[in-house]
């Protein structure tokens, strides 16, 4: 229950809500590209109202500051339009119509967007240009998810694909950058290295 008191009526109102089936435990780490001082890539997550927890996870364009700016400038965007209530695909449309006007020849970057019902455990993901994200379920099992598109800021029209799974209790979603991929990818090429990790 929330408890919210109006100190010019002296009233006292009570907001009920539901217990959430699912309690969700978030990791992040960061490294910037071997020899630089700067990580390009940002992260964050956020509590909406409707009972959903978004995490947001962006790769600039390039290395160093400038990705790091990039993707800074996406996520808090991003983040900010959720927090108020817009609905993904506008709030996603809004983000690319802004990175267009402030540089349309390079103010490129990704987005790797889940978004989780902590009362039904369904995850929704929204990748622009992302890496493969991965689901470790209980059972050993690895579910690779990966949708193809393009990045932020390079077309006026945003084209994107979204998939919903479900998770189980003590399933593990593991998000990356296409730094992580590259790092290993040397030897096996692709991410079969992770997925062998994972």
């Known amino acids: 229950a929330c408890d919210r008191a109006d100190k010019s009526s002296n009233l006292r109102q009570m907001v009920y809500l539901p217990k959430p089936t699912y309690e969700l435990?978030?990791?992040?780490?960061?490294?910037?590209?071997?020899?630089?001082?700067?990580?390009?890539?940002?992260?964050?997550?956020?509590?909406?109202?409707?009972?959903?927890?978004?995490?947001?996870?962006?790769?600039?364009?390039?290395?160093?500051?400038?990705?790091?700016?990039?993707?800074?400038?996406?996520?808090?965007?991003?983040?900010?339009?959720?927090?108020?209530?817009?609905?993904?695909?506008?709030?996603?449309?809004?983000?690319?119509?802004?990175?267009?006007?402030?540089?349309p020849q390079d103010m490129f970057t990704t987005v790797d967007l889940?978004?989780?019902?902590?009362?039904?455990?369904?995850?929704?993901?929204?990748?622009?240009g992302a890496a493969p994200s991965y689901v470790i379920r209980r059972d050993g099992e690895v579910d690779r998810i990966q949708l193809n598109s393009i990045p932020l800021g390079i077309l006026q029209r945003v084209d994107y694909q979204s998939e919903v799974i479900c998770l189980e209790p003590y399933d593990t979603l593991v998000m990356v950058?296409?730094?992580?991929?590259?790092?290993?990818?040397?030897?096996?090429g692709g991410d079969e290295w992770l997925l062998h990790y994972l």
Not at 177 to 187: K, L, M, Q, V
């Open 25 to 103: 435990e978030i990791q992040a780490d960061a490294a910037p590209r071997s020899g630089g001082w700067v990580n390009g890539d940002t992260f964050t997550s956020l509590r909406l109202d409707d009972g959903k927890v978004a995490i947001v996870l962006s790769d600039g364009m390039g290395s160093g500051s400038k990705a790091a700016m990039e993707s800074g400038t996406t996520v808090k965007l991003l983040s900010e339009l959720l927090s108020c209530g817009f609905e993904r695909p506008f709030a996603v449309k809004i983000v690319n119509s802004i990175l267009r006007m402030r540089n």
């Open 114 to 128: 889940a978004i989780i019902d902590v009362y039904s455990g369904q995850i929704e993901f929204t990748k622009i």
């Open 177 to 188: 950058t296409d730094g992580i991929i590259e790092a290993g990818s040397r030897t096996t």
